[in-house]
């Protein structure tokens, strides 16, 4: 599945300069049967499979040494809600060692043996954690020194400040009968980033009444 979409746009020219490097390893490849069993039936009983705690771990042994800093993440929709906090510490650090799951889930005792930090995209379940990876490693690449040009720094955007952003606008002036908003014609700064922060504001409480809250302090 990977590179996938992040071999493409800005996250793929990115790894075509070696802003950033994926290192992809197949966990059935460090499996020993002769069938390279990576799961076996839930203890207890009950639907699915469970990825093995010896396979999976011998996967993440080979690929990160137990001295090895980075975090270690697993995609589980039960893992804590991914932010944009999360992403800039993320792309601010070593790298990221991150497990992908399939199957019913993990044996537990691997996430604890070998400190993994789950992680979860958002409350709905995928058919597995290669897709939520891929969301974490754009969302962190895209704010890697040089992958972004200076005019788009990830500064000004939604969540930076806490904030859903504000409406943009480009031309023509009128499109379908509706006018781009004059005060963003009007040439005068100061008014410009006041509406802009009115909008954000009102934007964010009305959709997201959670993060306004975060915002004001109140959680
Ligand atoms: N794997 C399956 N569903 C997921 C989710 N919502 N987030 C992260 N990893 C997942």
Not at 109 to 119: A, K, Q, T
């Amino acid at each position: 599945m990977f590179p996938g979409p992040l071999g493409a746009s800005l996250a793929g020219r990115a790894l075509e300069r070696g802003l950033w490097s994926l290192d992809v390893r197949d966990i059935r490849a460090v499996a020993t049967d002769r069938h390279r069993t990576v799961d076996d039936t839930p203890s207890g009983g009950g639907l699915g499979m469970v990825l093995k705690a010896d396979v999976l771990a011998a996967a993440i042994d080979a690929a990160a040494p137990a001295d090895d800093l980075r975090p270690r993440l697993l995609m589980s929709p039960r893992g804590a809600p991914l932010d944009q906090a999360r992403v800039r510490a993320l792309a601010a650090g070593p790298g990221a060692l991150v497990v992908c799951g399939r199957f019913e889930g993990v044996d537990q005792r691997v996430i604890d043996g070998r400190g993994l930090e789950e992680v979860s995209i958002g409350d709905y379940v995928l058919s597995g954690g290669e897709l939520a990876a891929m969301v974490v490693l754009d969302a962190a690449v895209r704010l890697l020194p040089g992958v972004m040009g200076k005019e788009a720094s990830g500064e000004d955007e939604s969540f930076s400040h806490g904030l859903l952003e504000y409406p943009h606008y480009t031309r023509p002036a009128v499109w379908e009968g509706r006018a781009v908003p004059d005060v963003l014609v009007s040439g005068d700064h100061a008014r410009i980033a006041r509406w802009r922060r009115e909008q954000a504001e009102a934007l964010t409480q009305a959709r997201r009444p959670d993060l306004w809250r975060k915002l004001k302090g109140e959680d």
